[in-house]
């Protein structure tokens, strides 16, 4: 089984800025857009990023499988220690056709069910955003430095909550889980940014509402928890990544450090179930 280490996560995000940068190809250009079997969108840069991503973990880790977004196929399931690599080659393709910038290539280490190792990068940001248990969470500087991030503990009594929201989806249940909440500003964003700039420190929750799969999430959800926050579902548990022949994700908040209020705890209960 692979040992989580900082070479090993060095080496992971070398992959995917390698993605990263075809992607940017493509995106520098005009491209063809197709649509899959479930209607969402395809490129050329998602299909040139998850070649370089599959082909490049095959080298590092033999023995542990990936499932990616592009090829779901060849999936098998976990090896006999309980790891497996998800990756998703290029999340946010509709900000990509929409040249908005806010795509990443999200790659994860998944041991047993959660998320242990995690790289995000949004190349035509220039961010970069990774994790692994044991050794925490970081931001890599334009000099390209490491910086250690974390996440905020909640706003304090009489200030919003910072809040963001999907640029692609949106859904009924937002409303009311807002009200719930109290006070708050909303903002925007597209792929696992949101979840990244929980992690940062830039804003307080995310609650997502509409369906995304195991791929969106994995990657930024470890980036999450060892910067301190939580990616948990409406009940408070944890995403588990334990059967992956079950894509989809159930509706899910990321918070930053722990510390919402019982009051808030209940009021989201009765607004939304919780």
């Given at each position: 089984m692979p040992t989580i280490t900082t070479a090993l996560l060095k080496s992971v995000e070398q992959l995917a800025c390698e993605?990263?940068?075809?992607?940017?190809?493509?995106?520098?250009?005009?491209?063809?857009?197709?649509?899959?079997?479930?209607?969402?969108?395809?490129?050329?840069?998602?299909?040139?990023?998850?070649?370089?991503?599959?082909?490049?973990?095959?080298?590092?880790?033999?023995?542990?499988?990936?499932?990616?977004?592009?090829?779901t196929q060849s999936f098998n399931g976990a090896n006999a220690e309980g790891f497996y690599w998800l990756v998703d080659p290029l999340d946010g393709t509709k900000e990509f056709i929409k040249r908005n910038d806010e795509f990443t290539v999200n790659i994860a280490l998944v041991a047993k069910g959660q998320p242990v190792l995690g790289v995000v990068v949004a190349p035509a940001l220039g961010l970069t955003y990774l994790a692994a248990e044991g050794l925490g969470a970081f931001k890599i500087?334009?000099?390209?430095?490491?910086?250690?991030?974390?996440?905020?503990?909640?706003?304090?009594?009489?200030?919003?909550?910072?809040?963001?929201?999907?640029?692609?989806?949106?859904?009924?249940r937002m409303r009311a889980w807002l009200e719930a909440l109290g006070q708050y500003e909303i903002q925007p964003?597209?792929?696992?940014?949101?979840?990244?700039?929980?992690?940062?420190?830039?804003?307080?929750?995310?609650?997502?509402?509409?369906?995304t799969s195991l791929w969106d999430t994995a990657a930024a959800q470890a980036v999450v928890e060892q910067a301190g926050g939580r990616v948990v579902t409406l009940e408070g548990q944890p995403l588990s990544y334990a059967t992956p022949k079950q894509v989809l994700n159930p509706d899910f908040v990321v918070w930053g450090k722990e510390g919402i209020t019982e009051s808030i705890k209940e009021s989201l209960k009765a607004g939304v179930q919780y």
């Open positions: 993605a990263g940068e075809a992607i940017m190809q493509v995106y520098r250009r005009e491209f063809a857009v197709e649509l899959k079997d479930d209607n969402s969108p395809l490129t050329e840069a998602d299909t040139a990023a998850h070649m370089i991503i599959a082909r490049g973990l095959q080298a590092l880790t033999p023995e542990v499988p990936v499932l990616s977004e592009e090829d500087s334009v000099d390209g430095q490491w910086q250690a991030i974390q996440a905020s503990s909640p706003p304090l009594e009489g200030q919003p909550w910072r809040v963001l929201g999907s640029r692609s989806h949106s859904d009924p964003m597209g792929s696992s940014l949101k979840s990244c700039f929980i992690a940062e420190g830039k804003a307080d929750v995310y609650p997502r509402f509409g369906p």
